[in-house]
C-alpha cells in the first residue's frame, strides 16, 4: 500500500489575532489607568477614584491572554 502523507494544516485562527488586539489594548489602557493614579491626573467624573482604566485595562489584557493560549498556532488538538 502506498501511504500519502497529509500535511499538518498552518491556519491561524482569527481567535489568535483578537486576543493578540485585546491583550495590546488592555495593557494600554490599564498603563493609563497607572499613570493617572501616579501622576495625580484626575477628570471631573462621578466615581474616578474607582481607576476604572485599570480594571477595564486588566480585564481586557487577562481576557485577550486567554485567547492567546487557547488559540495559539501549533497547539497540539487543533
Known amino acids: 500500500m502506498h501511504s500519502t502523507h497529509i500535511p499538518?494544516?498552518?491556519?491561524?485562527?482569527i481567535w489568535f489575532f483578537i486576543g493578540v488586539m485585546l491583550t495590546?489594548?488592555?495593557?494600554l489602557i490599564?498603563?493609563?489607568g497607572?499613570?493617572?493614579?501616579?501622576?495625580?491626573?484626575?477628570?471631573?467624573?462621578?466615581?474616578?477614584s474607582l481607576h476604572a482604566p485599570?480594571?477595564?485595562?486588566g480585564g481586557l489584557a487577562a481576557l485577550g491572554m486567554f485567547y492567546l493560549v487557547k488559540f495559539r498556532p501549533g497547539k497540539a488538538g487543533q
Open 24 to 27: 495590546v489594548y488592555g495593557w
Open 34 to 48: 497607572i499613570y493617572e493614579l501616579v501622576a495625580g491626573v484626575t477628570d471631573q467624573v462621578v466615581l474616578a
Open 8 to 13: 499538518k494544516s498552518t491556519h491561524i485562527s
Open 30 to 32: 490599564m498603563a493609563y
Open 54 to 57: 485599570i480594571w477595564w485595562g
